[in-house]
C-alpha cells in the first residue's frame, strides 16, 4: 500500500498516519520528522532547513525530494509507505511521479484530510499545551506566528498539490472534522476496507 496523507497543519495527519502504520505494517514517512531529526543531528540539511523550518516557510524541493528518493528505497519502505507531509507542492508532486515510475511502482491513494481552518489554530494550542502537561518539548515552529506563515504555505503552495491529484483521479476526500475514530474508519472506507 502506497499511500500520500494530505492536510493542513493540525488536520491529524500524523495521528492516522500512526494508525495506518499499526494496520498495515508499512513505514510512516513524515518529512518533517526526517528534518526535525537532521536539524537535531546538526547536519549540512538540517543547518540549511532550520530557520526556514522554524519561521514557518518550506525547504526547498531539492532538498525534500533528496531526502525522499532515498528513503523510499530502503528495505522497510519495500511493500509500501505513507507519505505524511510529503508532497508539499505541484513539482514535489511530479518529482514523486518520476520516483515511482523509474522504480515502476505507483500510488495506490492520495488521502486528504479536509479541515475548518478556524479549528486548526485551535488544535495546535492544545498540543502544545498537552506536550508541556506531559513534560515534552514543544516544536519550535508551533506558535501563532509561524502557524500562521505555515497555512499561509498550505494555502498557496499545498492546497494546488490536491488538485494535481484530482485531476489524476487519484484523490479521495475525508472529512477531518470528525472524532479520530470516525476519520480512522473513513480512511478505512476510502481505501475500499
Ligand atoms: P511537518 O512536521 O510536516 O509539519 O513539517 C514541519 C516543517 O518542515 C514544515 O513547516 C516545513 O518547513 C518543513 N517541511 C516538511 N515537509 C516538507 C516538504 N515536503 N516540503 C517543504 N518543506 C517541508
Do not use: C, W
Not at 479549528?119 to 506536550?131: F, S
Amino acid at each position: 500500500m502506497r499511500l500520500v496523507l494530505l492536510g493542513p497543519p493540525g488536520a491529524g495527519k500524523g495521528t492516522q498516519s500512526a494508525r495506518l502504520v499499526a494496520k498495515y505494517a508499512i513505514p510512516q514517512l513524515s518529512t518533517g520528522d526526517m528534518l526535525r531529526a537532521a536539524v537535531q543531528a546538526r547536519t549540512p540539511i538540517g543547518l540549511e532547513a532550520k530557520a526556514i523550518m522554524d519561521s514557518g516557510a518550506l525547504v526547498p524541493d531539492d532538498v525534500v525530494v533528496g531526502i525522499i528518493g532515498q528513503r523510499i528505497k530502503e528495505k522497510d519502505a519495500a511493500k509500501g509507505f505513507i507519505l505524511d507531509g510529503f508532497p508539499r507542492t505541484v513539482a514535489q508532486a511530479r518529482a514523486l511521479d518520476e520516483l515511482l515510475d523509474k522504480e515502476g511502482l505507483r500510488l495506490d491513494a492520495v488521502i486528504e484530510l479536509s479541515v475548518d481552518e478556524n479549528a486548526l489554530l485551535a488544535r495546535m494550542e492544545k498540543r502544545v499545551a498537552e506536550t508541556l502537561a506531559s513534560g515534552g518539548s514543544v516544536r519550535a515552529d508551533d506558535n501563532p506566528q509561524s502557524f500562521k506563515t505555515r497555512l499561509e504555505a498550505y494555502r498557496t503552495q499545498t492546497a494546488p498539490v490536491s488538485s494535481y491529484y484530482a485531476g489524476k483521479g487519484e484523490l479521495k476526500q475525508v472529512d477531518g472534522m470528525e472524532t479520530v475514530d470516525a476519520v480512522t474508519a473513513a480512511i478505512d472506507h476510502a481505501l475500499g476496507g
